[in-house]
C-alpha cells in the first residue's frame, strides 16, 4: 500500500482534459512538503515531469500542470494526445520514520 | 548530459545478496546526490535510499535493515547490495540523480534505464 493515493487508471479523449489526483496525510503533502510528478511510457524508464509542485523541467509541455492542496495534489493533462498514454506517479517526501521519499501507486492515463 | 546505465546479475538466489552497480558519465558524482529505486513486474516506484556527497546515506525504513547503498568516486560508480533477498525483491532497479533543496524538497531529475533482476532458485 502506497504512503500516497493515486487513482488506478484514468481516459480521456484526444484534445480533452484530464486530471489526476494525489492524496497524501499531514506528514508529507499536509506538511507542505512538494510534491512532483513522473511519466512512466511504455517500456521506459520514469521521466521527470513536475517538480516542486508547478514547476515544469525543460523540453515539458505546458499542457502539464501540477497543482497542491491542503493533503492533496494534482495532475493536469490538457490537449490529450495519443503518445501521453502511459504511467503517472506522484512523489513526496514524508518526515515518519525519520523521514523518506514516498511515491503514489500510480496511474494508468488511457487516451481512447 | 548526464548519463546512468545500471548493471549486475539478472539473476539471484533467494537468500543471497543482489549486487548491482550504475555508472555515472557525464558528471563527477561527487557533485551530486544519487539514490536507487525499483519497480516489480507490474507495479508502481518503491523508493530505496540515497547517497550524499559526504557518503551518508538514508534508506527507506522498510528496507533499512537489508541495504546498503556506496559509491567509488574513482569508478564514478554507485552501488546497491540487498541482502537476503525473496521473490518479492524481483524488480527493475533504477539508479537516479536525487536533487534536493531544502528538507523535503527532493526528487529525481535523471533516470537511468534500469536493470531488471529476478529472484529465484
Not at chain 1, 65 to 70: D, K, M, R, Y
Request: overall charge positive; proline content about 5%.
Amino acid at each position: 500500500q502506497s504512503v500516497l493515493t493515486q487513482p488506478p487508471s484514468v481516459s480521456g479523449a484526444p484534445g480533452q482534459r484530464v486530471t489526476i489526483s494525489c492524496t497524501g496525510s499531514n506528514s508529507n503533502i499536509g506538511a507542505r512538503y512538494h510534491v512532483h510528478w513522473y511519466q512512466q511510457l511504455p517500456g521506459t524508464a520514469p521521466r521527470l515531469l513536475i517538480y516542486g509542485n508547478s514547476d515544469r523541467p525543460s523540453g515539458v509541455p505546458d499542457r502539464f500542470s501540477g497543482s497542491t492542496s491542503g493533503t492533496s495534489a494534482s495532475l493536469d493533462i490538457t490537449g490529450l494526445r495519443a503518445e501521453d498514454e502511459g504511467n503517472y506517479y506522484c512523489q513526496s517526501y514524508d518526515s515518519s520514520l525519520n523521514g523518506y521519499v514516498v511515491f503514489g501507486g500510480g496511474t494508468k492515463l488511457t487516451v481512447l | 548530459q548526464v548519463q546512468l546505465q545500471e548493471s549486475g546479475p539478472g539473476l539471484v538466489k533467494p537468500s543471497e545478496t543482489l549486487s548491482l552497480s550504475c555508472t555515472v558519465s557525464g558528471r563527477s558524482i561527487g557533485y551530486y546526490y544519487w539514490t536507487w529505486i525499483r519497480q516489480p513486474p507490474g507495479k508502481g516506484l518503491e523508493w530505496i535510499g540515497v547517497i550524499y556527497y559526504n557518503g551518508s546515506t538514508t534508506y527507506n525504513p522498510s528496507l533499512r535493515s537489508r541495504v546498503t547503498i556506496s559509491a567509488d568516486t574513482s569508478k564514478n560508480q554507485l552501488s546497491l547490495k540487498l541482502s537476503s533477498v525473496t521473490a518479492a525483491d524481483t524488480a527493475v532497479y533504477y539508479c537516479a540523480r536525487y536533487l534536493e533543496g531544502t528538507l523535503g524538497f527532493c526528487y529525481m531529475d535523471v533516470w537511468g534505464k534500469g536493470t531488471t533482476v529476478t529472484v529465484s532458485s
